[in-house]
Every structure is written in structure tokens, then in C-alpha cells.
């Protein structure tokens, strides 16, 4: 079983930054990636940023020059951040951690409760 705990988001004026981080603990030694989704409402949800276990990261398309993902940590714990700058007011979502791993039954993913990210003035 893997958990994942969130923190940071909260409320920011266009073209201010914020922090994310998501620490995944737990059965991660089958981890394949870690990463974030968001949903704004009346959207689907949709990958910000990842980064597989060997670092290598993905963004949007919309990110790709305004945020930043990196993961540290061990075997045992392992924390995935997300540097958000220059934000936007469509960047307004809930923000959701994603865990992508393997297990005794095959491939499986967890998500986090989700944190609220407001850009607004």
C-alpha cells in the first residue's frame, strides 16, 4: 500500500508562485513515476507535470516554461515537488498527486486528496 500526503497550494496573485510537495511512502520500491494532475471545475483532469524514477520529467505543454518538477528521497520515502511560477489565472484547479507503480499484481496508481490552487486578483 502506498499513501501519499500532500502540502502546500493555497492562493497567489497572477504571476506569483507556489510550492507543491507530495511525500509517498508506503510499498514504493515498485515506483515507476510520481507526478501531478489538475482539474479545474467542469474540466477532465490533466497531467501538470511527472518525472519517472530515473528523473526524467514531463510537463504540459502550458508548464513546460513556468514549472519545475524534481523528486528526492530513499527507498522508503520519496517526495515529489512542483515549483510553480509565473501562474496564471487559468492555472485556478485542484492539484492532485500521482503515484504510478508496480506491485505484486501488476502495475497500479494512488492518488492524492487533492489541494486547491487559486490564481486570482
Known amino acids: 500500500q502506498v499513501q501519499l500526503v500532500e502540502s502546500g497550494g493555497g492562493s497567489v496573485q497572477p504571476g506569483g508562485s507556489l510550492w507543491l510537495s507530495c511525500a509517498a511512502s508506503g510499498a514504493i520500491h515498485g515506483l515507476l513515476s510520481l507526478g501531478w494532475y489538475r482539474q479545474a471545475p467542469g474540466n477532465q483532469r490533466e497531467l501538470v507535470a511527472s518525472i519517472e524514477r530515473e528523473g526524467r520529467p514531463t510537463y504540459t505543454d502550458s508548464a513546460e516554461d513556468r514549472f519545475a518538477v524534481s523528486i528526492s528521497g530513499d527507498s522508503a520515502l520519496k517526495t515529489v515537488y512542483l515549483q510553480m511560477t509565473s501562474l496564471k489565472p487559468e492555472d485556478t484547479a485542484t492539484y492532485y498527486c500521482?503515484?504510478?507503480?508496480?506491485?505484486?499484481?501488476?502495475?497500479?496508481?494512488?492518488w492524492g486528496q487533492g489541494t486547491l490552487v487559486t490564481v486570482s486578483s
Open positions: 500521482h503515484y504510478e507503480g508496480l506491485g505484486s499484481y501488476g502495475q497500479f496508481e494512488v
